[in-house]
């Protein structure tokens, strides 16, 4: 793929500081940086607490181990089987007495949790990389038409999100959800399907290269993807319903499998997957040859470099960082974390030639947004909170991220269409409907100017509106604007004369109102700023 | 002057210069001669693109009936039923559910074109999409999409100067919220997604120049979508206000996603939207598995379902346009990443494929099927293939030649193979419809060499003469004693109407002939320099 084809970002200055660790001042702004890369935000606490600590410190935190996820998604709805309040992921399909399928309200209830995650994020880099992987293991709830499977799903990238990549492709290589998803469960010795063989190679792992000649993608051929196709025989996923509770997994039935031999080309040195001793097995012998190729990790790097850092690749950049990151991969046996952490604390990350150069996909933009407004979801009525998550996936899909349902196998457009990229994600359709989202989360404007630390001073409310809303500065004119949204025409101390005549009586609602609508007006004005896009 | 505005005049003497062999050689605009045939003016044409994601199954959409034993060899699971097969010709017929596009081939305003593909076809979706999008040889990557380098050559400054009042409006729509890397050109897109035309947002902009950083990049991107947006919502909002559909024929709103993107384009041109080229898109085509019903008959499932949606669309548009009356100023095309597999599947599915047909549709598109039924093996393996008969490029060349009037310049930078293997038009669009290179109606005229102006003349002068058909062209010209004092032209030209301008500085006055030789046809003409 074409990794350098935006036109003019030739002539722009990027970095050239390397993957040597940050050794510069580190502060809330480099805090934020990190903090807008690796969660949905950020919020005001986070800052804080990372800003007392050092790159190192801040990335042992975001890397810690989380205990596993405990929560599960819940019906809530009363024509569904599973009684309000209680989880389905075990549940049987759908009442056999009753004509009604409750799939589609699963399938919502899904989504609405995942959401639920995201809002509700600690601390940590995980549900960030659960969406990476997503992006990368690309599935679709609605083509899989099972969620307890899609459920399962998630639970294996939540596991692994901070482990080991091999192990995750070998897991992801027998989950139902994918074997579903691509036909996995309909390839068969006497039949094979090269959907998943094909995809393995192509998108998940080892990735595809110039085709050098007829049926050969640099880093493997099309003979490859037959035979890849034939390891993964006789897999399929398996449902059985006891009662009303049902297993949902996968299973291996050997007489399915193909046993003999399988070659594969020379772009993977000519290596045999022997057959005929243990055919479940088998996946460990490819997975062995397409991880022994340094292209795979390579692939993987580029991947991540375009999720937290900047989507151009150029030639320095793919000598002095994704080289070195897959050697750090390899080197650590395909762990992730170390990866990360080489590259959360590099002088490359925190050079201000790759900050607030990331468009905002639809879930950062839009999770960030709810927890930055700090909006309030019940958490107690959980029918209203299930609706309030939903709706907040209803708007991300609308701007094209419908989290659940990626556009196809190989993800979001925006990490692998060149020449654009992230830029994708923003165009006259989705630019005003962003905007129009955000305006509607400033309901408690007051709440977030008294988080400020000189609320009285309209000069002070955008400085700092403005350093946690953006992640660029901006110039001494449009601050001057801004204030003026706030003061229109007025001189700065009639702000101050407002906001204390409000702090006097702070239940009267006509002072309230007097400061509201105007900070409304600012905050929201904010959020629709090309400014606000960016991370 | 650019083209796109020239043709819009109707006085004759507008012309575009093109400079050859260091002499300024103009050809004719055509409104002129188009007003005289009655044929639609090229800026009022549009082409609609439906793109069917996944890669659609060719040889269940497209029935080749004289096939059919070989056929039930190698997809007796999937295959059609031939007596539901719904004919074209004793030897080709569609899928059962595609009803609407069976009538619309009696009507002569649909034309299949069999086995569309490229040399050396990709069977990745995401390949394979790219390689359509772009315009690009399967071995080669482009950055940019074949319709917005085209529409960067008809509006070669866009974005700066737009909207004005010769394009007021987008010149590329995706109907959708992305917008298409077809659309993509060489600086910035050129194409608008809209999924509403009647919501506008005020966006705030921003006036400062950012840095020439990553992130100031990036800003400027930013800022350019919400200026246009801006810039353009009114001129949408207006023309969805005027434009009113009138066929009762669309299924309700939600029940056919493409019959309701294609209602919003036919409100949109009846509006008046000046937009050049519109993009709409159904999914669903990558049918591995339960193509057709796995318990029921074969003409029903996934795909027929599929097929059943892009006629009724299709058909629901094309009334809705004829009913509107500007149905000869629409021609829509459909395609895909790639056919699929001769072989089918276990999983009553067949996997990723090569060449399939293409359909191409309206008033003005040349009905009937080009190209042949394809010849499918006795005992097709899984390895086995549709062979190409016709490079999806030579559809593209098509639409922007014949359809959109696109000089040979212009075909050279949007199908970037055309200079080096000028993939040929085929004949897609009505004769009485269809343009030349140089923007004349394909509608033959005679060769003729017409009297020089001004006549007399000092220094320079205007020679005009038409060509019936493209050949080989001298024009020379001679003094009273026979020799040859200028040779003004000395190569291939296409047919069509042409204009040359002869410098005569430095000859002495008197009387001269100049003399266009063209095949077999010659002409000599008497023309007088007074100094």
Avoid at chain 2, 462 to 479: D, K
């Amino acid at each position: 793929m074409n990794t350098n084809a935006n036109e003019g970002l030739q002539t722009l200055r990027r970095s050239t500081a390397g993957l040597e660790p940050y050794s510069g001042v580190w502060d809330a702004g480099t805090a934020s940086h990190l903090l807008r890369r690796t969660t949905f935000g950020p919020l005001r606490s986070d800052i804080v607490a990372l800003q007392q600590k050092t790159a190192s410190g801040a990335v042992d935190l975001l890397l810690a181990p989380l205990p596993e996820e405990t929560s599960q998604p819940l019906s809530v709805d009363s024509r569904d089987i599973v009684p309000v309040g209680q989880t389905w992921v075990d549940a049987i399909a759908k009442d056999p007495l009753s004509t009604f399928n409750p799939v589609g309200l699963r399938m919502n209830s899904l989504r609405s949790w995942w959401i639920g995650l995201m809002l509700n994020q600690q601390l940590s880099l995980r549900e960030k990389m659960v969406l990476f992987w997503h992006n990368h293991f690309s599935t679709e709830v609605n083509s899989v038409g099972d969620p307890r499977f899609t459920y399962r799903h998630a639970v294996l990238l939540r596991k692994n999100a901070l482990g080991n990549y091999k192990e995750l492709v070998r897991q992801i290589s027998t989950d139902g959800n994918m074997l579903r998803y691509l036909n996995g469960n309909t390839n068969t010795k006497t039949s094979p399907n090269e959907n998943y063989g094909r995809e393995l190679q192509e998108l998940f792992t080892i990735g595809k290269g110039p085709e050098i000649s007829s049926g050969d993608y640099t880093n493997y051929t099309e003979a490859d993807v037959k035979a890849a196709a034939r390891v993964f025989t006789g897999w399929k996923d398996f449902t059985q319903a006891d009662g009303t509770v049902s297993a949902v997994t996968s299973v291996f039935d050997a007489t399915k499998h193909d046993s003999a031999n399988k070659q594969f080309s020379a772009d993977y040195g000519s290596a045999v997957v022997t057959g005929g001793v243990d055919g479940a097995k088998e996946i460990d012998d490819l997975l062995n040859i397409i991880f022994s190729q340094p292209e795979t990790a390579k692939y993987i790097c580029r991947k991540l470099y375009r999720w937290f850092v900047y989507y151009a690749i150029d030639d320095w950049t793919e000598t002095n960082i994704i080289a070195p990151l897959a050697a750090t991969l390899r080197g650590n046996n395909y762990n992730i974390a170390p990866v990360l952490r080489q590259l959360f604390t590099s002088a490359h990350f925190y050079d201000p030639l790759n900050r607030a150069c990331m468009i905002k996909n639809p879930i950062d933009f839009l999770v960030g947004a709810y927890r930055q407004c700090q909006v309030a979801i019940s958490s107690t009525d959980i029918a209203k909170q299930y609706t309030a998550w939903l709706s907040l996936w209803t708007q991300a899909t609308a701007i094209e991220m419908s989290v659940g349902d990626p556009p196809n196998v190989a993800g979001w457009p925006a990490y692998y269409q060149a020449p654009q990229f992230h830029e994708l994600w923003i165009n006259s359709d989705t630019l005003p409907k962003r905007r129009k989202y955000t305006d509607a989360l400033v309901y408690d404007p007051i709440a977030l100017a008294k988080s400020f630390s000189d609320p009285g001073n309209p000069a002070v409310i955008v400085d700092e509106a403005a350093q946690f809303l953006f992640a660029i500065s901006l110039t001494a004119t449009q601050k001057e604007f801004l204030k003026n949204t706030l003061i229109p025409g007025l001189p700065d101390y009639e702000w101050g004369v407002e906001w204390n005549a409000y702090l006097a009586d702070p239940t009267n609602q006509t002072k309230i109102n007097a400061v509201k609508t105007k900070l409304q007006t600012l905050f929201g004005f904010m959020m629709g700023m090309p400014e606000y896009q960016l991370s | 002057m650019k083209r796109r505005e020239f043709l819009q005049y109707t006085i004759p003497a507008v012309s575009i210069p093109l400079l050859l062999g260091g002499m300024s050689l103009t050809a004719f605009g055509r409104s002129r001669m188009l007003n005289n045939i009655g044929a639609v003016a090229a800026n009022d044409r549009v082409l609609v693109l439906i793109q069917l994601n996944g890669g659609n199954d060719g040889l269940n959409t497209v029935i080749p009936l004289d096939q059919y034993a070989a056929l039930t060899v190698a997809r007796s699971n999937i295959l059609i039923d031939a007596a539901k097969v719904l004919k074209l010709t004793a030897a080709t017929g569609l899928h059962p559910s595609m009803t609407g596009l069976q009538t619309m081939y009696t009507a002569g305003k649909l034309a299949v074109v069999q086995g569309v593909s490229y040399p050396s076809p990709n069977l990745s979706h995401f390949r394979a999409t790219d390689i359509w999008l772009t315009g690009s040889d399967s071995n080669k990557y482009l950055s940019t999409g074949w319709a917005g380098r085209y529409l960067n050559e008809e509006f070669a400054s866009y974005p700066t100067g737009y909207p004005n009042t010769t394009m007021p409006d987008p010149l590329a729509i995706q109907i959708g919220s992305v917008v298409s890397p077809g659309f993509q050109g060489p600086a910035v897109s050129m194409g608008m997604a809209i999924t509403d035309p009647n919501s506008t947002y005020l966006l705030p902009g921003g006036s400062d120049t950012p840095p020439n950083t990553p992130a100031g990049h990036e800003l400027t991107f930013v800022r350019q979508i919400a200026q246009q947006t801006q810039a353009y919502s009114s001129g949408i909002k207006a023309a969805a206000a005027k434009g009113k559909n009138k066929s009762v024929l669309y299924p309700s709103a939600g029940q056919n996603l493409l019959a309701d993107q294609l209602k919003i384009v036919a409100q949109l041109i009846a509006g008046g939207l000046k937009t050049k080229i519109y993009m709409v898109n159904l999914g669903g085509f990558d049918t591995h598995s339960a193509q057709v019903s796995t318990s029921g008959s074969t003409d029903t499932g996934t795909h027929a379902t599929l097929l059943g949606k892009l006629s009724a669309a299709i058909f629901a548009f094309q009334d809705d346009l004829t009913l509107l009356g500007i149905d000869d100023r629409v021609v829509g095309m459909t395609f895909s990443e790639f056919g699929r597999r001769i072989k089918s599947n276990a999983s009553f599915g067949t996997d990723h494929g090569t060449a399939a047909p293409v359909f191409l549709f309206g008033s003005n598109a040349n009905g009937g099927i080009l190209g042949s039924n394809p010849s499918i093996p006795s005992n097709a393996g899984t390895g086995d293939n549709l062979s190409m008969q016709f490079d999806y490029r030579s559809l593209y060349v098509t639409l922007l030649k014949n359809w959109f009037g696109a000089s040979p310049s212009m075909l050279a930078n949007a199908i970037t193979s055309y200079a080096s293997t000028p993939v040929p038009a085929v004949s897609l669009i009505k004769p009485s419809a269809a343009l030349d290179v140089s923007g004349q109606s394909l509608a033959p005229v005679s060769t003729v060499l017409e009297q020089n102006y001004p006549n007399p003349f000092n220094p320079a002068t205007q020679i005009q003469f038409s060509l019936a058909s493209s050949g080989y062209v001298v024009l020379s010209v001679c003094n009273v004693n026979g020799r040859e004092v200028a040779r003004l032209v000395d190569r291939h030209l296409e047919a069509g109407q042409h204009s040359i301008q002869w410098n005569a500085a430095g000859l002495p006055s008197g009387a001269y002939f100049y003399t266009l030789q063209a095949g077999s046809f010659r002409q000599v003409r008497k023309l007088m320099l007074m100094k």
